[in-house]
């Protein structure tokens, strides 16, 4: 079974369109992230829940809203899709939220927006 | 702010010669350190972790080294493979809401 899994895998899509990905873990991890990788590999985080309650909200467009409806699930929506949004967004889950025991990621989605 | 950094974004090594990523990190507080490695169209993976009570850390072909007098990580890989190509990301984590910080990733390129 896939601990971490976020569908779709590929997503390509046109400017102005709106667009959902998906995140489930089976671990029983009470902290779930959303992470956008650029084309340089460098890991940013977009958005963290704790238990379904938001910890983190980086400077992100609010374009982007995550959705928790409960702790293995963290979706992430995005309305007006930009150019700019095309990257690699992985979906990572924790047990608590510092970080003291490591995030198990999913595969990646990556976005694609022409 | 605080960052983590690594020294060299890519690196070359010859088959099975052992490799060496190192990574600079700016945040004392920092009780946590872990080597992810991510492959080509996959996620992270966790490879090797260390606490900040400890100085080294051995696990199959790997070891991690902490050095908190200057604030460095590394990550020793001994016979290198080529299933060992990858991008290797350090992080650090001090248990405070930020959780893991990630830096910027080393390419590790092996050459027949």
């Known amino acids: 079974d896939t601990a971490v899994s976020q569908t779709p895998k590929y997503l390509v899509t046109q400017m102005g369109n709106d667009k959902s990905i998906k995140c489930e873990q089976n671990?029983?991890?009470?902290?779930m992230y959303w992470y956008k990788q650029d084309s340089k590999k460098f890991l940013k985080i977009m958005f963290s829940?704790?238990?379904?309650?938001?910890?983190i909200n980086e400077t992100v467009p609010n374009r982007f809203s995550p959705k928790s409806p409960d702790k293995a699930h963290l979706n992430l929506h995005i309305n007006s899709l930009e150019l700019g949004d095309s990257a690699v967004y992985f979906c990572?889950?924790?047990?608590?939220?510092?970080?003291?025991?490591?995030?198990?990621f999913g595969s990646g989605t990556r976005l694609t927006v022409v | 702010g605080e960052s983590v950094g690594l020294h060299l974004p890519t690196l070359s090594v010859q088959e099975g010669d052992n490799s060496i990523i190192n990574c600079a990190y700016s945040?004392?507080?920092?009780?946590?350190f872990i080597w992810y490695k991510q492959e080509s169209g996959k996620g992270p993976q966790f490879i090797i972790d260390?606490?900040?009570?400890?100085d080294k850390r051995q696990g199959q072909r790997v070891t991690v080294l902490l050095n908190k007098t200057v604030k460095h990580l590394s990550l020793q890989i001994a016979a290198t493979q080529p299933g060992d190509s990858a991008v290797y990301f350090c992080?650090?984590?001090?248990?405070?809401?930020?959780?893991?910080?990630f830096g910027k990733g080393t390419h590790l390129i092996i050459q027949p």
């Open positions: 945040n004392s507080a920092s009780d946590y």
């Open positions: 990572a889950s924790s047990q608590g939220a510092g970080g003291l025991y490591g995030y198990t």
């Open positions: 671990l029983g991890h009470d902290t």
């Open positions: 992080a650090e984590a001090g248990g405070g809401a930020d959780g893991l910080t």
């Open positions: 260390i606490r900040s009570n400890m």
């Open positions: 829940y704790n238990n379904k309650e938001l910890i």
